[in-house]
């Protein structure tokens, strides 16, 4: 019973070894990012039992993950009316990288990026 344990743990782990490789040759070969980075733009209403975790999960791979290319995440808050807003607003305290802003002001942002 152990060695069908044993055969079955290692050819599961192939599995995923293999994916892991096949993924990252399809991102190097089939991928043209511009070496600027990212911008992710995420809006939001009325979301507050699920925005935390949300971000969180985004965070996480953006922080600890192989993708450079997401440079910066911004929230844009259509006019929530529950705390929405204030929990995103904590957590761009603790990650420098997440901003939250109204609508209005992400209009601006994208009206302000350089084409070049």
């Not at 192939?14 to 089939?30: C, Q």
């Not at 911008?39 to 949300?54: L, P």
């Not at 965070?59 to 929530?80: A, H, P, Q, R």
Request: aromatic residues 12%.
């Amino acid at each position: 019973m152990e060695f069908i344990m044993n055969v079955i743990f290692w050819t599961l782990a192939l599995y995923g070894l293999f994916e892991i490789i096949k993924n990252i040759i399809y991102l190097s070969t089939y991928t043209n990012f511009k070496s600027d980075g990212i911008y992710v733009i995420i809006a939001v209403k009325n979301q507050e039992d699920k925005i935390e975790g949300f971000l969180r999960s985004a965070l996480f791979k953006l922080l600890y993950g192989k993708d450079d290319y997401v440079k910066n995440i911004i929230v844009t808050d259509l006019k929530s009316t529950d705390k929405t807003k204030e929990i995103v607003k904590k957590l761009s305290q603790e990650y420098e990288c997440l901003e939250v802003v109204n609508w209005k002001e992400c209009k601006e942002i994208m009206d302000n990026v350089d084409d070049s």
